[in-house]
């Protein structure tokens, strides 16, 4: 996960607070997504992206919006954390730019724990 | 926090012996398939994928095996070593979308 970052790595936030998470890829794929990890779930899709300024839900995307306004950067923005947003949330990336072939491979950043309160 | 481990089936394997990992899949439009392993406190890695107009692909050290008379993933690691301890993950995609659908994981230990 060298070209995805993802930052703040940890963070404990108080109920009914907007938190936003940040992901950045030096790799100049196409494709970006969130998700969540929780025990005995999983991961599960909340929103990802196609290209800049085009998003879309995925299966858990209540309580989330997400934004892109350019190739390099998906934010992930909780409008106001509740204590069933605790969990760990993973960045991927999959396709790169200019791919001659579709490619559905998806590379992970480290995570962001998030604890709500 | 609770690790990720928790609640997840468990392959307990001795060092040099072969592992293999098994997924079921329900969705019979599924044309695409991957495996990927993670270490806890880390994110899911990529190990091996796989079409649907395939049966079988190798790795090193690693081949997974598709079986869609009956929606079946395996994933075979040769000489299991201590590093493959982790949890790994199957995950699909529908055809004609792009996103993929994980399953639930299955925890490898390898004992020395």
């Known amino acids: 996960d060298a070209g995805i970052t993802q930052s703040p790595r ?12 940040r992901c950045h890829q030096t790799e ?17 899709l909340i929103h990802y992206s196609y290209g800049v300024k085009d998003t879309d839900k995925g299966e858990v995307s209540d309580g989330y919006s997400v934004s892109r306004s350019k190739t390099e950067d998906f934010l ?28 559905y491979e998806q590379y992970f950043g480290p995570g962001t724990r998030l604890t709500v309160t | 926090g609770e690790s990720v481990g928790l609640h997840l089936p468990t392959l307990s394997v001795q060092e040099g012996d072969n592992s293999i990992i098994n997924c079921a899949y ?23 994928d796989i079409r649907s107009n395939m049966d079988k692909r190798q790795g090193q050290r690693v081949t997974v095996l598709l079986n869609k008379t009956v929606k079946h993933l395996s994933l075979q690691i040769a000489a299991t070593q201590p590093g493959d301890s982790a949890v790994y993950f199957c995950a699909e995609k529908s055809s004609g979308y792009s996103t993929l659908t994980f399953g639930k994981g299955t925890m490898l230990l390898v004992s020395p």
């Not at chain 1, 794929?29 to 599960?44: A, I």
């Not at chain 2, 599924?30 to 091996?48: L, T």
């Open chain 2, 26 to 48: 329900s969705n019979s439009a599924s044309d695409y398939f991957i495996w990927y392993k993670q270490e806890s406190g880390k994110g899911p890695q990529f190990i091996i």
């Open chain 1, 10 to 21: 940890h963070k404990v936030t108080e109920t009914g607070t907007p938190v936003t998470l």
């Open chain 1, 28 to 44: 100049n794929h196409r494709y970006m997504y969130w998700y969540r990890q929780d025990p005995g779930h999983g991961l599960r």
């Open chain 1, 76 to 103: 992930l923005t909780l409008e106001s954390a509740t204590s069933s947003q605790t969990s760990v949330y993973f960045c991927a990336i999959s396709e790169r730019s200019g791919s001659l072939s579709p490619s």
